[in-house]
């Protein structure tokens, strides 16, 4: 069992840190939405399911918007000549443009939804 590939080599144990650092993560992640869920509403008039869509597409935007400025900002150091390395930089850059795709995409279908309802008879 000690053998390579093994639970005692090295690959092995980094695979089992790499899972544990995972369920950690998500750990956390289930904790902050428990808490949010259980905390109260502060405007009664956004606690209906309308203040969850909005505040769930707010948090998805903040997101994208977040995902093209860490872009940014790896694009102008590498391009200042700063220590980047170029593979961090492609995978910021693909990722903020599937970020925006995806949300691009999201827009798009809520409007075909809208339009859907609007021409809808009474």
Request: charged fraction near 20%; charge should be neutral; glycine fraction near 12%.
């Amino acid at each position: 069992m000690n053998g390579p590939g093994g639970i005692g080599s090295a690959a092995g144990i980094q695979q089992i840190l790499a899972l544990r650092q995972q369920m950690l993560d998500r750990s956390a992640l289930l904790q902050e939405v428990r808490g949010a869920a259980q905390a109260p509403a502060a405007d009664p008039a956004r606690s209906g399911p309308a203040g969850g869509f909005g505040d769930a597409l707010k948090s998805a935007l903040d997101g994208v918007t977040a995902t093209q400025r860490t872009a940014e900002s790896l694009s102008a150091a590498y391009e200042r000549g700063e220590e980047t390395d170029i593979a961090k930089v492609m995978l910021a850059r693909q990722e903020a443009g599937i970020a925006f795709e995806a949300t691009l995409q999201v827009r798009n279908r809520l409007l075909s939804a809208y339009q859907d309802i609007m021409r809808m008879g009474v």
